[in-house]
């Protein structure tokens, strides 16, 4: 197994550390610690594409796993934000489906011999999503000590609405550019 497969493998072992981090707040510092593991999940999946792609490791492991590797990363923080009031169930939901209709289309696609590139919004749609977790995460935690927890929590939530419309946006754009893909 390559560095980059073995990034990819870190990373998907990092989402149950992060979950215990999150769910267990008796740990003083969770949501830090949740964070810092958060962080540096979030650094493997930058890392291993640009390792795997410029020393020309790039592996059909690699290509089925990154991406698997990365939802269950971010819909695991998702969901467990949602279910402590952090991000609405509708913001999930729409990050959830939106993978699975991308997902399909990748399979159709490939049925088909194309392979079909992330585009600028799903790169930019990851990105947003990382970092609404992570800063979401730096407030739960201040939320902590803070004397209105509930006004910033409620930021928080809110915020998700803006993650998912991006989300939305990024499927609306990846559907309409593979559209032919679904005809017939």
């Known amino acids: 197994m390559n560095l980059p497969n073995k990034l990819t493998v870190i ?10 981090f999150f769910y267990f707040e008796s740990i003083p510092f969770n949501y830090a610690f949740a964070l810092i593991i958060f962080a ?4 493997t999946d930058m890392m291993d594409g640009r390792i795997a792609r410029s020393r020309g490791l790039v592996t059909n492991f690699g290509k089925f796993l990154d991406p698997i590797a990365d939802k269950i990363l971010v819909c695991s923080a998702l969901i467990a934000f949602a279910e402590h009031g952090m991000a609405f169930s509708i913001s999930v939901i729409l990050v959830v489906a939106r993978d699975f209709i991308i997902s399909g289309i990748r399979q159709i696609a490939a049925e088909t011999g194309k392979v079909i590139a992330a585009n600028i919004w799903g790169k930019i749609k990851t990105a947003l999503q990382m970092l609404y977790i992570m800063i979401s995460l730096l407030i739960a935690e201040i939320a902590k000590t803070s004397s209105s927890p509930n006004a910033l929590l409620s930021a928080v939530k809110y915020a998700s609405l803006a993650v998912a419309a991006v989300t939305l946006l990024s499927a609306i754009v990846y559907v309409k550019d593979n559209s032919s893909l679904l005809k017939g």
């Open 11 to 20: 990373r998907m072992c990092l989402v149950p550390v992060f979950l215990v």
């Open 40 to 43: 540096a999940a979030s650094f």
